[in-house]
């Protein structure tokens, strides 16, 4: 088991509150529709950046960068709880395909933002290489 030193806890908890914050931000200008896009486009954001994440040298290099951004603003940033109130929401309001078509397709959209974000941060091989 790994344990945390709190100097992590400290910027994991300072990476978390940067990312709340500008979830609010988002979700404070973007204008009220029965389909919850601020959440949608904030999830599918996060999730492409998790995929790029881990081929920035700075997160290689450094596991406090990487606890920052990662679980810390990341972490604060998107939010699968606020997904899952509004799927509720939808549905308790009369709306159940909306909600269902909410819930497939944010998390269809997140896993293939996290993928696409893996494929376009991987390193390419040398021409040679494939040859």
Do not use: K, Q
């Not at 700075?58 to 972490?75: C, E, I, K, M, N």
């Not at 929401?89 to 078509?101: P, R, Y």
Request: proline share 6%; hydrophobic share 55%.
């Amino acid at each position: 088991m790994t344990t945390r030193r709190s100097s992590d806890l400290a910027l994991v908890a300072a990476g978390g509150g940067a990312g709340a914050l500008l979830r609010l931000a988002v979700d404070t200008v973007a204008p009220d529709t029965l389909v919850p896009w601020p959440t949608l486009a904030i999830n599918v954001v996060g999730a492409f950046v998790l995929g790029v994440l881990p081929a920035l040298a700075v997160v290689r290099r450094s596991p406090r960068v990487a606890v920052t951004l990662g679980p810390g603003f990341l972490g604060g940033f998107t939010t699968v709880s606020a997904w899952a109130g509004e799927v509720r929401e939808l549905a308790a309001s009369g709306h159940v395909a909306t909600a269902g078509a909410y819930l497939v397709g944010t998390l269809a959209a997140g896993l293939l933002a996290a993928a696409l974000g893996r494929r376009l941060a991987r390193p390419r091989e040398p021409e040679e290489v494939l040859r």
